[in-house]
C-alpha cells in the first residue's frame, strides 16, 4: 500500500516570495509516480506538476518546481514568485504503474497568499 | 474543449434514500475515476471505469457502485445514504487507461452531497 503525508496544513506567503510545500511517501513500488495537484476555492482540482520515480532530474513547471529525493522518499513543491492566484490547498499524491489512476492522496496543504 | 462536466453539483438527501451522480469526462478520454473528499478521511478512491469496465475499486462498501456507458459517461450510485456519506464526489478523466500508470487526471467541480 502507498501512503503519502503532508505535514503542513497551512503555509503563508508574501507576494512574490517563494514556499516550500514538504511530502513524504512510502511505497514498495520501483515503478511510481508522484504530482502535485492544486485545488482553489472553486474546488475544480488541477495538475500542477508530475514526477516519474525512474527520472533523477526534478521536474519544472514555470514557477513550480520540485525537489525529489528518492532515498528519503521525499517530494517537495517549491513555488516561486507567489501571485494571489497561487492560493489554494495542494494536494500531493502518487500512483504506481499498475494501479494506473488509483491515485492516493496526502492530507493536503492550504497555501494563503498575502499582498 | 469542454472539461469535466459533473451533475448535480449540489443535493440534499436524507438517511436511507439512494443517490446517482453523473460525470461526462473530457471528449476522447475513456477513462473515468471517483474520489470522495470529505473533511476528515481527505480525498480516497472509489473506483476506475474504462471501456465500460470496471478497472479498479478502492475500499469502499457494496452500497457504492458505478458503471460507464459507451459514450464514456459514467454514473456512481450510493444507496441507503448514511449521514457520513455527506462529501464532495469528484469525478477525474484521463487519456490513460488503468495500468498504463500516468495519474494524469482531469477533475470536474464536484457534487456536494448532503445527507441529513
Known amino acids: 500500500a502507498q501512503t503519502v503525508t503532508q505535514s503542513q496544513p497551512e503555509m503563508s506567503v508574501q507576494e512574490a516570495e517563494t514556499v516550500t510545500l514538504s511530502c513524504t511517501y512510502d511505497?514498495?513500488?520501483?515503478?511510481?509516480?508522484l504530482f502535485w495537484y492544486k485545488q482553489p476555492p472553486s474546488r475544480q482540482m488541477i495538475l500542477v506538476i508530475r514526477q516519474e520515480a525512474y527520472k533523477q532530474q526534478n521536474a519544472t513547471e514555470n514557477r513550480f518546481s520540485v525537489n525529489f529525493q528518492k532515498a528519503a522518499k521525499s517530494f517537495s513543491l517549491k513555488i516561486s514568485d507567489s501571485q494571489l492566484g497561487d492560493a489554494a490547498m495542494y494536494f500531493c499524491?502518487?500512483?504506481?504503474?499498475?494501479?494506473?489512476?488509483?491515485?492516493?492522496f496526502g492530507g493536503g496543504t492550504r497555501v494563503l497568499v498575502k499582498p | 474543449k469542454a472539461g469535466v462536466t459533473q451533475t448535480p453539483r449540489y443535493l440534499i438527501k436524507t438517511r436511507g434514500q439512494q443517490v446517482t451522480l453523473s460525470c461526462s469526462p473530457i471528449s476522447g478520454h475513456r477513462s473515468v475515476s471517483w474520489y470522495q473528499q470529505t473533511p476528515g478521511q481527505g480525498l480516497q478512491f472509489l473506483f476506475e471505469?474504462?471501456?465500460?469496465?470496471?478497472?479498479n475499486k478502492g475500499n469502499f462498501p457494496g452500497r457504492f457502485s458505478g458503471r460507464q456507458f459507451s459514450n464514456s459517461r459514467s454514473e456512481m450510485n450510493v444507496s441507503t445514504l448514511e449521514l457520513g456519506d455527506s462529501a464532495l464526489y469528484l469525478c477525474?478523466?484521463?487519456?490513460?487507461?488503468?495500468?498504463?500508470?500516468?495519474?494524469?487526471?482531469?477533475f470536474g467541480e464536484g457534487s456536494r452531497l448532503t445527507v441529513l
Open positions: 471505469y474504462f471501456s465500460e469496465t470496471q478497472r
Open positions: 511505497t514498495s513500488e520501483s515503478d511510481y509516480y
Open positions: 499524491a502518487s500512483t504506481f504503474k499498475a494501479a494506473g489512476n488509483k491515485l492516493t
Open positions: 477525474a478523466s484521463s487519456l490513460a487507461a488503468a495500468g498504463a500508470g500516468t495519474g494524469e487526471l482531469f
